[in-house]
């Protein structure tokens, strides 16, 4: 299942809009729309509402508060009718995070993921800009940083630790 690119009704687009706003419970400066959790959002023509949602890994402890979260969104937007689906196929991955998604990430202090995933992320990523200075003279200290989708990097230029959201 694709992301569809544009509701195809206003009140898709509501629907979508409502459960858009829900935070990831791990780095809440970004939304489930920013990750691409998100995969899509329907309302029927009896007006039940559709969301599906992928996981960013398979065991992801948060999904049950996420699909709370999101059937709690629509019901305060007016859809009395909800359903909140968790599609485990195709794997979540990075590449579905959105630019708004990766700019939100290097503001809060997380270096976004570098490039796209693919069989090459097996082998490190060398080049990982800081995301508080921007210089790309950084170092890897850890392939695992504060949970294990992340690793630990420190900046040569300004000293700064920070994690980096590991292309997956």
Known sequence: MHQRAFPDTDCDRRAYEAAATVCDPEIPVLTIADL?????????????????????????????????????????????????KTVLSPAWTTDWMTETGKRKLRDYGIAPPVGKAGRGVL??????????????????????????????????????????????
């Open 36 to 84: 691409g959790v998100l995969r899509d959002v329907s309302v029927d023509e009896d007006g039940k509402v559709l969301a599906v949602i992928t996981p960013t890994y398979s065991g992801c402890p948060a999904m049950s508060m996420i699909a709370v979260e999101v059937e709690a969104a629509l019901l305060k937007a007016g859809f009395p009718d909800v359903c909140v």
């Open 123 to 168: 082998f490190g990523i060398d080049d990982v800009p800081c995301p508080r200075c921007g210089s790309s003279d950084t170092e890897r200290v850890s392939e695992f940083g504060s949970t294990a989708c992340k690793a630990f990097y420190r900046c040569q230029s300004c000293a700064e630790p920070f994690d980096y959201f590991k292309c997956i």
